[in-house]
């Protein structure tokens, strides 16, 4: 199965930040990779599809990019809303599998 | 508004079983691929089970192929998950959530329900 692996896996950051979350393949998923964000006690939320595609009604301050093996998501200005834990998600096969979460916390 | 209530988590032996609802609303349950996906205590998300629209594809993580079973009820616009033989290491929110219609990303999710399993 392809693995996927975040970095870092904690990150301290303070509001107006520009952050920046990488996920690394363990081959080349294309662009078949997702983002969600989950607060605590919540469900994820869907951010970003396709490496780059935002989801409706996400902020545009969140941005995708990558392809093949390497991806990252940024946030441009960290607002406080923003505290939480990410996780990219690979999809070009089954099993579907995601990252180990990145939690971003408040500096 | 689309929404999803997944129910039916609780204590449960090892060895026992328990069957999981995910009850859909403001879509059609039978355009779309449904998944279930759980989080151990303290830990990151797991994919377990993916059922294709038209229930052709059946999918199961490996860590739970042969004792779970994903099923629908297109009359009661409901997804389900039987789960038997459960061990300790299956202690987890599990939550029900909708594919992306051509994606298998995950747009809407239930709200989870926790499954204990403990003696």
């Known amino acids: 199965d392809i693995q996927m692996t975040q970095s870092p896996s904690t990150l301290s950051a303070s509001v107006g930040d520009r952050v920046t979350i990488t996920c690394r393949a363990s081959q080349s998923i294309s662009t078949w990779l997702a983002w969600y964000q989950q607060k605590p006690g919540k469900a994820p939320k869907l951010l970003i599809y396709k490496a780059s595609s935002l989801e409706t009604g996400v902020p545009s301050r969140f941005s995708g990019s990558g392809s093949g093996t390497e991806f990252t998501l940024t946030i441009s200005s960290l607002q406080p809303e923003d505290f939480a834990t990410y996780y990219c998600?690979?999809?070009?096969?089954?099993?579907?599998?995601f990252g180990q979460g990145t939690k971003v916390e408040i500096k | 508004e689309v929404q999803l209530v997944d129910s039916g988590g609780g204590l449960v032996q090892p060895g026992g079983s328990l069957r999981l609802s995910c009850v859909a609303s403001g879509f059609t349950l039978s355009s779309y691929s449904m998944n279930w996906v759980r989080q151990a205590p303290g830990k990151g998300l797991e994919w377990v089970s993916h059922s294709s629209a038209s229930e052709t594809n059946i999918y199961y993580a490996d860590s739970v192929k042969g004792r779970f079973t994903i099923s629908r009820d297109y009359a009661k616009n409901s997804l389900y998950l039987q789960m038997n033989s459960l061990r300790a290491e299956d202690t987890a929110v599990y939550y029900c959530?909708?594919?992306?219609?051509?994606?298998?990303?995950?747009?809407?999710w239930g709200p989870g329900t926790l499954v204990t399993v403990s003696s």
């Open positions: 998600q690979r999809y070009n096969s089954y099993p579907w599998t």
């Open positions: 959530a909708r594919s992306r219609e051509g994606y298998n990303v995950f747009d809407y």
